[in-house]
């Protein structure tokens, strides 16, 4: 079983400690591609939370099992077998959803995420906890990216929560600046997503380090690092 | 006191390991192919739905009064098309006249990949509409060619071919105006919709080409 330490530590490392796309930096493949908005962004996050979660308590399961040699090529065997298996069954049974998140499903192959993970936690852990992590690690990315999405879109656009209709038909996206704002092509390509992501990072190690001076009771660090408005 | 632990030797070693490997790859192929095989049916009755479906954008219904998908020729690969292989074809018919074309292009030069397109063309010559089929174009950039990603909801980009012509419209101009042609495009993603107009205008040009065969009702392919 798990205990309420256990669970609130995995909590916190996949929401902040050690966060996906923050932290460890991982899956900059479709986290590039595909938070041009955060419908995207969120739908991605959703898709991964799901295979990241089956993967993480497959091999939790059959841990024992792997020989510590060919773990990673058995690995693999079994994020690309099992993300093949969900596509399949999405298209399916849940044919709707698929339509709106079958094109994402594929990416996360190229996504180290899930293969970090397995590697790093499930393949040391029970599944429970394993759920858990892959879960949590998900919950963690989707906030991120549908940060970085929002980012991008307001940025490069102005609107927010463009493709809103694909996932609930009816609802309209937001126009936040005025219709006749020029937009920044930058924040919707790819080296606008970096720096973006470059900006979120900072603003993260800021934060910890205020924590980290409050903490030991010192004044905060006299020269914080670049604030987010310095992307352009 | 404990007794000597058995080492194996390294041949054993290597042997058991990809004995175990080949296991895990046996095991997880077969619930590959069990997914598959399980899957299949829903699969292919949900793409036929879609394809009737996507027909009915393209092709507006009071142009015909026949039963489509029974109506299905083979096209044989061509250039025009841009297809390798063979591709399948709906003929429309009212009051048992041919009326327009139902069939599927692509565009090979697309930013990621190929571009497939389903494209309507009545017995005139005349585009009665083209949609976007499947495409791997970026999202969020270059899928605005797809009218449910496009943001413009009351005239989406690839509503600009409907109705237009090889008469009625010149070699030139079959481009994005950037490039001197009569077709707009989202700046930064130019790529995209220039493969699609190529697309188009090529295979207009292939009806047109083999408009006796393609309309008679026996089929070209048969």
Same mark, same amino acid.
């Given at each position: 079983m798990i205990s309420r330490d256990e669970l609130s530590e995995i909590r916190d490392n996949g929401l902040w400690k050690q966060?996906?796309?923050?932290?460890?930096?991982?899956?900059?493949? #479709?986290?590039?591609?595909? %938070?041009?908005?955060?419908?995207?962004? $969120?739908?991605?996050?959703?898709?991964? =939370?799901? $295979?990241?979660?089956?993967? *993480? $308590?497959?091999?939790?399961?059959l841990r024992n099992l792997i020989p510590?040699?060919?773990?990673? #090529?058995?690995? =693999?065997?079994?994020?690309?077998?099992? $993300? %093949?298996?969900?596509?399949?069954?999405?298209?399916?049974?849940?044919?709707?959803?698929?339509?709106?998140?079958? =094109?994402?499903? #594929?990416?996360?192959?190229?996504?180290?995420?899930?293969?970090?993970?397995?590697?790093?936690?499930?393949n040391k852990n029970p599944p429970l906890q394993a759920a858990f992590d892959g879960v949590f690690m998900g919950v963690g990315m989707l906030w991120t990216l549908a940060l970085l999405g929002g980012l991008r879109e307001l940025i490069g656009g102005g609107t927010l929560f463009s493709g809103i209709d694909m996932v609930f038909p009816g609802l309209q996206p937001l126009q936040l600046l005025p219709a006749d704002y020029p937009g920044l092509l930058l924040a919707m390509l790819p080296p606008g997503a970096f720096i973006l992501l470059g900006c979120l990072i900072a603003w993260k190690n800021w934060v910890e380090a205020r924590a980290a001076a409050r903490d030991s009771g010192q004044r905060p660090l006299p020269t914080p690092p670049a604030p987010l408005t310095d992307h352009a | 006191m404990t007794p000597p632990v058995k080492t194996p030797t390294a041949p054993v070693m290597a042997v058991r390991t990809a004995v175990i490997l080949l296991i895990f790859v046996i095991a997880f192929t077969s619930l590959l192919a069990a997914a598959h095989l399980w899957t299949r049916p829903a699969i292919e009755e949900a793409a036929a739905a879609e394809k009737m479906k996507l027909i009915g954008e393209v092709l507006p219904p009071g142009l015909y009064d026949n039963d489509l998908l029974a109506d299905s020729r083979r096209l044989a690969p061509a250039a025009g098309l841009g297809l390798e292989e063979e591709s399948t074809a709906y003929l429309a018919r009212k009051g048992g006249r041919a009326s327009a074309l139902v069939f599927e292009a692509a565009a090979a030069d697309g930013y990621a990949g190929r571009i497939r397109l389903l494209l309507a063309v009545a017995v005139d010559g005349t585009l009665l509409g083209v949609r976007v089929t499947q495409h791997k174009e970026t999202p969020g950039l270059g899928d605005y060619i797809e009218p449910r990603k496009d943001r413009n909801k009351e005239r989406p980009w690839i509503r600009q071919f409907d109705g237009l012509s090889l008469a009625a419209v010149g070699d030139r101009a079959w481009r994005v105006r950037k490039d001197g042609g009569r077709f707009d495009a989202v700046?930064?993603? %130019?790529? %995209? #919709?220039?493969?699609? =107009?190529?697309?188009?205008?090529?295979?207009?040009?292939?009806?047109?080409? *083999?408009?006796?065969?393609?309309?008679?009702?026996?089929?070209?392919?048969?």
């Open positions: 966060n996906s796309s923050l932290v460890q930096i991982l899956g900059l493949c #479709p986290l590039l591609a595909v %938070t041009t908005n955060v419908v995207n962004g $969120v739908m991605l996050s959703l898709a991964t =939370i799901i $295979v990241m979660a089956i993967a *993480n $308590v497959a091999v939790a399961s510590h040699e060919i773990r990673i #090529p058995v690995f =693999i065997l079994i994020v690309a077998a099992l $993300v %093949t298996v969900v596509d399949l069954l999405f298209n399916a049974q849940l044919h709707e959803l698929y339509l709106v998140l079958g =094109i994402f499903i #594929p990416l996360i192959v190229t996504n180290c995420i899930v293969l970090a993970r397995v590697e790093a936690f499930a | 700046a930064g993603a %130019t790529v %995209t #919709p220039r493969a699609v =107009i190529k697309a188009v205008h090529r295979a207009l040009q292939y009806v047109a080409e *083999n408009r006796q065969q393609l309309f008679t009702a026996d089929g070209a392919g048969k």
